[in-house]
Nanobody, 115 residues
Framework: QVQLVESGGGLVQPGGSLRLSCVVSGNLLSIDYLAWHRQAPGKQRELVAS??????????NYAESVKGRFTISRDNPKKTVYLQMNNLQPEDTAIYYCRHGSGVWGQGTQVTVSS
């Protein structure tokens, strides 16, 4: 069974950027599905972005609300998935969680966007 540990959250002003990291311990296959979700106060957890690897190609999908601003990527040798977040807005404030295709979740990292 894998374990996931997120990092990189913090406080940023509107328009700023953050890069989240999720390190996977245990056996990670290059084809494994990895995703970032977020949960804002009082709201349901939602999918932000996901990524799978097919051969040498990564296939990524994004929520409409983050398209063009967020980029998901993975480094399989480092067993790490990233979420680069640009042009952050107050509505991006949430706890961000990493999820593995087996259903395992990380503990989450807080992202707060505020002036």
């Amino acid at each position: 069974q894998v374990q996931l540990v997120e990092s990189g959250g913090g406080l940023v002003q509107p328009g700023g950027s953050l890069r989240l990291s999720c390190v996977v311990s245990g056996n990670l296959l290059s084809i494994d599905y990895l995703a970032w979700h977020r949960q804002a106060p009082g709201k349901q957890r939602e999918l932000v972005a996901s990524i799978t690897s097919v051969g040498s190609t990564n296939a990524a999908n994004y929520a409409e609300s983050v398209k063009g601003r967020f980029t998901i990527s993975r480094d399989n040798p480092k067993k790490t998935v990233y979420l680069q977040m640009n042009n952050l807005q107050p509505e991006d404030t949430a706890i961000y969680y990493c999820r593995h295709g087996s259903g395992v979740w990380g503990q989450g990292t807080q992202v707060t966007v505020s002036s």
